[in-house]
């Protein structure tokens, strides 16, 4: 299996530190609100990864973090008037509900910062006694010139990171490119006791400190998002590498950005959207299948046409599981194997997955068995349980159990509040084109049948209003 590794911008041949164990690490939210589809796309393909490692045999460790003291959770609180506590506890619950929709296995472990501290602060007593930690008044800062590998995933010098980087000026810090390992307490922010007085930590030493606790000095692999590169991964290393004298990770995978119709997704440009809005349109196995279009290391062009056009492709895959699953308790005794080798699926599969996750690849891999398959079982012939059973497993192993995108028990749409709400808004706009071409026949039709299906509209001078009775 091969993989592009940004540390030395290669694909390289993934040789496991501690064979068969694979320790993976992703940096998980931070929970101050609901995550956008582009972390969606991180977590999932995160998701296909880790299947992936465990379909080859491997025993995986996979750890994602949840960032639970921050400054956006605690400008949220604030604004909120609650505490900082209340607002991350309340979007790690969203976060959980929205990653099992989205059909994520669960990570063995989701460290939480605040439940790490003692560890933050061991490692940071490690650096300063090494001499690569300085306190000014209550603040630890990083020395990055005291690291020889700074610079080393980035791919880019000391002076190049200084000009190009927006970093923060702080005359605390000797070296503009210095980060914070511990902030000082402010007034109604969370702290905690340290050799540095009260104070909370930063965000990078944060993975640096659960990662090394969950999956030891050097592990095989860290992932995320490609804007976490620099600063906060080159940060982890430093860190990490500074402590312990070790190498830290062996391989970095980077997922690359989701952009809404060639736009960077914002809220100030109107195109933000949350998974938890997406999902509620949207099977999690459309949200996976366009993701698995793509390869992971490649920006992804997301808008809600290529969702429609997906959902084709889910519904194809869908229909033809649905269709076998039915065939196999209808064989009859004397029915024979056709013509068929499903070995040759499974290595086409393994193949483009073993070449970097080629997920795209993967997905060909399956249409082309649903299509030969198809070719055989849309004839008179019936063959034998066997054959059938040997195809649910391939897609049952493959397409479901690594990708996730057969759809077993095929939900129904239409009753949906959403789909209902949005039918309503239909006959309204109807009976209003109805009552401007004077058609006054049908817009009380409407206006009466809706009634008797325990639905009051009431017109008033800002438009039509819909109540239930
Ligand atoms: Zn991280």
């Given at each position: 299996m091969k993989i592009?590794?940004?540390?030395?911008?290669?694909?390289?041949?993934?040789?496991?530190?501690?064979?068969?164990?694979?320790?993976?690490?992703?940096?998980?939210?931070?929970?101050?609100?609901?995550?956008?589809?582009?972390?969606?796309?991180?977590?999932?393909?995160?998701?296909?990864?880790?299947?992936?490692?465990?379909?080859?045999?491997?025993?995986?460790?996979?750890?994602?973090?949840?960032?639970?003291?921050?400054?956006?959770?605690?400008?949220?609180?604030?604004?909120?008037?609650?505490?900082?506590?209340?607002?991350?506890?309340?979007?790690?619950?969203?976060?959980f509900e929205d990653i099992e929709k989205l059909k994520v296995r669960r990570a063995d472990?989701?460290?939480?910062?605040?439940?790490?501290?003692?560890?933050?602060?061991?490692?940071?007593?490690?650096?300063?006694?090494?001499?690569?930690?300085?306190?000014?008044?209550?603040?630890?800062?990083?020395?990055?010139?005291?690291?020889?590998?700074?610079?080393?995933?980035?791919?880019?010098?000391?002076?190049?990171?200084?000009?190009?980087?927006?970093?923060?000026?702080?005359?605390?810090?000797?070296?503009?490119?210095?980060?914070?390992?511990?902030?000082?307490?402010?007034?109604?922010?969370?702290?905690?006791?340290?050799?540095?007085?009260?104070?909370?930590p930063g965000w990078h030493i944060e993975c640096s400190a659960m990662s090394m606790k969950h999956l030891g000095e050097s592990f095989d692999i860290h992932a995320g998002g490609h804007d976490l590169i620099f600063p906060h991964h080159e940060n982890e290393i430093a860190q990490s590498e500074g402590a312990t004298g070790k190498p830290f990770v062996k391989y970095w995978i980077h997922f690359g950005f989701l952009n809404i119709r060639d736009e960077k997704m914002s809220k100030s440009l109107g195109n933000f959207f949350t998974a938890r809005e997406i999902l509620k349109k949207y099977p999690a196995e459309t949200i996976r299948l366009l993701f698995s279009q793509t390869h992971y290391a490649s920006p992804l062009n997301f808008s809600e046409e290529?969702?429609?056009?997906?959902?084709?492709?889910?519904?194809?895959?869908?229909?033809?599981?649905?269709?076998?699953?039915?065939?196999?308790?209808?064989?009859?005794?004397?029915?024979?194997?056709p013509q068929f080798d499903v070995q040759k699926f499974y290595h086409a599969f393994e193949a483009a997955m073993d070449d970097d996750f080629n997920t795209p690849k993967a997905v060909a891999v399956i249409y082309d068995f649903i299509k030969e398959a198809n070719k055989l079982i849309s004839g008179e012939k019936n063959y034998s349980k066997n054959f059938y059973a040997d195809i649910l497993k391939f897609m049952d192993k493959t397409a479901e159990g690594v990708l996730g995108i057969v759809q077993k028990?095929?939900?129904s749409q239409s009753d949906t509040p959403e789909k209902v709400d949005e039918l309503l808004d239909l006959l309204i706009k109807t009976r209003l084109e109805a009552k401007k071409s004077k058609n006054y026949q049908l817009a009380d039709m409407i206006r009466d049948e809706l009634n008797k299906l325990g639905y009051i509209l009431q017109d008033t001078k800002d438009g039509t209003i819909i109540k239930r009775k």
């Open positions: 592009y590794n940004t540390l030395t911008k290669k694909k390289e041949e993934f040789i496991p530190v501690n064979p068969p164990n694979v320790g993976i690490y992703v940096c998980g939210p931070t929970v101050y609100d609901y995550f956008h589809i582009g972390n969606a796309r991180s977590f999932v393909m995160a998701d296909i990864i880790q299947r992936y490692m465990r379909y080859k045999g491997y025993k995986v460790k996979f750890v994602m973090n949840l960032t639970d003291v921050d400054d956006k959770i605690i400008k949220k609180a604030n604004e909120e008037g609650v505490d900082a506590k209340e607002i991350a506890e309340r979007f790690s619950e969203a976060f472990v989701y460290p939480k910062a605040t439940e790490h501290i003692a560890e933050i602060v061991d490692l940071i007593k490690k650096l300063e006694k090494k001499g690569i930690a300085y306190r000014t008044n209550g603040d630890v800062f990083y020395d990055v010139l005291k690291f020889d590998g700074y610079g080393k995933l980035s791919g880019k010098k000391l002076d190049e990171l200084e000009s190009g980087a927006r970093v923060e000026v702080n005359e605390k810090k000797h070296n503009p490119l210095d980060f914070a390992l511990w902030k000082s307490a402010k007034p109604d922010e969370p702290h905690w006791e340290s050799p540095w007085g009260e104070g909370r290529l969702l429609n056009s997906v959902n084709k492709g889910l519904e194809k895959i869908t229909n033809f599981y649905q269709t076998i699953n039915g065939l196999i308790n209808q064989t009859d005794e004397s029915a024979g194997y028990e095929k939900v």
